[in-house]
Structures are given as C-alpha cells and as structure tokens.
C-alpha cells in the first residue's frame, strides 16, 4: 500500500512581489500635452513608426505601425534604444529628436524621413496615426 502524499505547505503560501526600486532611467510614456514626432522609414520609403517627445512631461515614445510587420518591429528597436540612451545621458526628449535628426543615414536599415518633424496633440494623435483603425 502507498502512503497518501501531502503536499509540501511551502507550495500553498501566497506569494508577495515587491517593486525593487531601480533599473535604468526611461522618458515617461504619458502625456496629455503636445508633443513632437519624427516618421521613421526603411531604406525603401515604407513608413516603420514615429518617435515623439514632450520636454514638459519628461516623455518620449516609439510606436511602430503594425502594417509594417516584424521587420517594422525590429528596425523599430533600434529607434526606442535611441530614446532609452539618451535619458541615460540625461537630455531632453526634444533634443533627443534633434540627435536622431541630425545622425539619421539614409543608407541604414532606417531612418528619420526628412522634413518630418511636425507636432500633434498628444502621444494618443501619433499613435492613431501611426494605426489607424
């Protein structure tokens, strides 16, 4: 005959997750204030996203456009690690548009359309535009 098992009551506690302070510093994704965004494109003129920045919020953001797939979503990293590295460094969002701005290279994988900086109302306008429903 086998001994009925119990189970360990290690296995029955609830478990507590506590937020650890830290990680590396990130631009604020909210904002309801205007802000400025850049197009994004691929070496062949396929929009990929938008980038967009609002110094007052302290915020800036990537949104890719779903039409463009996978291949919009891994170029597109590359432009939210743009972001990422500039707040470590500790300027602006505006003048992390104006470095993508002024390093873009039409001969990469992506880059910022000229021209394109323009303003919307908010993050919500760029990301409409950049999915449209």
């Known amino acids: 005959m086998t001994e009925l ?12 997750f506590n937020a650890a ?14 802000v400025q965004h850049l197009t994004v494109a691929d070496r062949d003129g396929q929009v990929i996203g938008y980038t967009w920045a609002n110094d007052e919020d302290d915020a800036a953001g990537w949104v890719v456009r779903k039409a463009g797939g996978d291949e919009a979503f891994n170029k597109g990293a ?6 990422h590295d500039a707040k470590a460094r500790g300027i602006a969002p ?40």
């Open 5 to 16: 098992q119990r189970p360990n009551p290690r296995l029955n506690e609830d478990l507590l």
């Open 21 to 34: 302070p830290g990680g590396p510093p990130r631009y604020s994704h909210v904002s309801n204030k205007p």
């Open 78 to 83: 590359k432009w939210a690690r743009k972001l």
């Open 94 to 133: 505006s003048a992390a548009l104006a470095e993508m701005i002024q390093e873009s290279d039409r001969t990469k994988s992506s880059h910022v359309v000229p021209g394109s900086l323009t303003e919307a109302a908010n993050p919500d306008a760029v990301r409409r535009l950049a999915n449209p429903e």
